[in-house]
């Protein structure tokens, strides 16, 4: 994070964020990606050190989207991934950006399965992404798919078809678990017509 959009940067597992305890203390968004990094680090410390009976496998996903399989009580109460693409949705916010890659929840979940049954993925840490992304491309699919809705919402176009700066942003290598795990990663467009079905089926329970 603390790198940025960083074009022509990509990822692979090697990379680790950089982040220490006195950045990480600065404010709770810090804290927030520092958490999962000290986390990791601490449970390969631990292994190294211990030499436990068992193997780890960690996985890495970046921002994690899919339709809400959970209990939801009101959808405005949505988890924050969630709530970023139905926010969109409902015309009551633009697009946040942030990140630029991202995985699909249920291929997440495939992982965890396939890095349990498969002995190469013993000791080993795997990004699990399908790759690039821009939140711009939930309002292009949103107005391409619910025209009326998004006229009635009064949802901002924006810029159609712009879905990075200028100068580029990072990218994200993946073979490493597509080659591994054997996981086939899901488009962005399965994931929002999958999540914005979910939220229409909310919002007739009147959620």
Request: hydrophobic share 35%; charged share 25%; proline share 6%.
């Amino acid at each position: 994070m603390s790198k940025g959009d960083w074009p022509d940067k990509v990822y692979t597992e090697a990379d680790w964020n950089p982040i220490n305890r006195e950045e990480a203390l600065k404010d709770n968004f810090s804290g927030y990606f520092a958490s999962k990094t000290f986390a990791e680090q601490a449970a390969w410390d631990f292994v190294k050190e211990k030499n436990p009976s068992f193997t780890l496998t960690t996985l890495c996903p970046p921002m994690v989207y899919g339709p809400p399989e959970q209990e939801v009580t009101s959808l405005v109460k949505l988890n924050t991934s969630s709530l970023d693409i139905y926010d969109i949705f409902n015309g009551t916010s633009d697009p946040r950006y942030g990140i630029w890659v991202w995985v699909d929840v249920r291929d997440l979940a495939e992982a965890h399965i396939l890095a349990m049954d498969a002995a190469v993925a013993a000791n080993q840490r795997y990004i699990i992404s399908e790759g690039n992304f821009s939140p711009q491309m939930f309002v292009d699919y949103i107005w391409k798919h619910y025209p009326e809705r998004a006229a009635a919402k009064g949802i901002n176009k924006h810029t159609p078809g712009k879905y990075y700066p200028d100068a580029g942003v990072h990218g994200i290598d993946v073979s490493k678990s597509v080659k591994e795990l054997g996981i086939k990663y899901t488009p962005i467009e399965d994931t929002l017509r999958d999540t914005l079905q979910r939220f229409e089926e909310l919002e007739a329970e009147g959620k």
